[in-house]
């Protein structure tokens, strides 16, 4: 892994996410007062959102990790690029505030993308949206189980479905911070949850807004990660709200899952077990 400081200059033409993207307004989830206070304000500016290429985010100061990231998906316009595993510190935030390529040496825990890879890479700068998907403040600290296998076959899902379509989607993501997570190398808190809130316009130009959750067990051996049995689950976009004190504002009114199914939770394993 190569790691490259870039300066702040460097960022003067990122548009960020845009809650207008699919024809209807989705604005950023708003933190609770609580969390207000630990929000990372970019250097000498009272802005808290970090515009990438067609994604935007915002961090923790205590668990210098994303609190959530906000991306545009653009299925008609979707672009193939291969992956350079070079990483890149934020310079518009300070660094203290970054979880860096410490945490990631000798285990088996991944740099996990929040916003994934591929989904910011589409339009006329995809190779710049594919370059920012590298930056610290987009990862999170993911066993390689849960970020290559059943994390990704829902992100691989959300993908190749707004292809398929030519679909406009927004996808929110995020770690659950919880006062128990694993304190690691008596410095680094490792997220025990992840979550998504999707949001596309169906067919009869309504709303469809659904969330999902993925768990771990987790557990520290030796100092090394071993996770026991995880799974995806789809759950109501309240849900969502409780475990992190945002408000996704009127999207749980758009979520098929409580009318449709009438139950808290849903497994997911496979794609036909979502509800859309």
């Given at each position: 892994m190569k790691v490259v400081e870039l300066?702040?200059?460097?960022?003067?033409?990122?548009?960020?996410?845009?809650?207008?993207?699919?024809?209807?307004?989705i604005p950023l989830p708003i933190l609770s007062p609580d969390l207000i206070n630990d929000v990372v304000n970019l250097n000498d500016s009272d802005n808290i959102e970090l515009k990438y290429t067609n994604f935007s985010l915002?961090?923790?100061k205590s668990r210098c990790l994303a609190f959530f990231t906000a991306v545009n998906i653009d299925g008609s316009e979707s672009k193939e690029i291969q992956r350079d595993d070079i990483w890149y510190y934020e310079p518009r935030i300070e660094k203290k505030y970054q979880y860096g390529p410490e945490l990631y040496f000798d285990n088996d825990l991944d740099r996990g993308h929040l916003?994934?890879?591929?989904?910011?890479?589409?339009?006329?700068?995809?190779?710049?949206?594919?370059?920012?998907?590298?930056?610290?403040?987009?990862?999170s600290p993911q066993h390689k189980n849960l970020n290559q296998k059943t994390w990704a076959g829902l992100e691989d899902y959300i993908l190749n479905n707004t292809k398929l379509h030519d679909l406009k989607v927004n996808v929110?993501?995020?770690?659950?911070?919880?006062q128990n997570d694993i304190l690691y190398?008596?410095?680094?808190?490792?997220?025990?949850?992840?979550?998504?809130?999707?949001?596309?316009?169906?067919k009869d130009m309504s709303v469809s807004a659904t969330a999902y959750l993925q768990t771990q067990k987790q557990l520290?051996?030796?100092?090394?990660?071993?996770?026991?049995?995880y799974m995806t689950y789809q759950v109501p976009v309240n849900k969502i709200q409780t475990l992190t004190k945002l408000d996704f504002g009127n999207l749980p009114?758009?979520?098929?899952?409580?009318?449709?199914k009438g139950i808290p939770i849903v497994p997911i394993s496979n794609a036909s077990d979502i509800v859309l």
């Open positions: 300066s702040s200059s460097d960022y003067g033409n990122r548009n960020g996410y845009d809650p207008n993207f699919i024809g209807k307004l915002v961090m923790s916003v994934r890879r591929l989904d910011p890479v589409w339009g006329i700068n995809f190779k710049e949206a594919n370059e920012d998907t590298f930056h610290f403040t987009n990862c929110f993501t995020g770690p659950v911070f919880n190398r008596n410095k680094y808190l490792i997220p025990a949850e992840f979550w998504k809130v999707v949001t596309i316009i169906q520290i051996e030796h100092i090394k990660f071993a996770f026991g049995e009114d758009f979520d098929p899952l409580p009318e449709r």
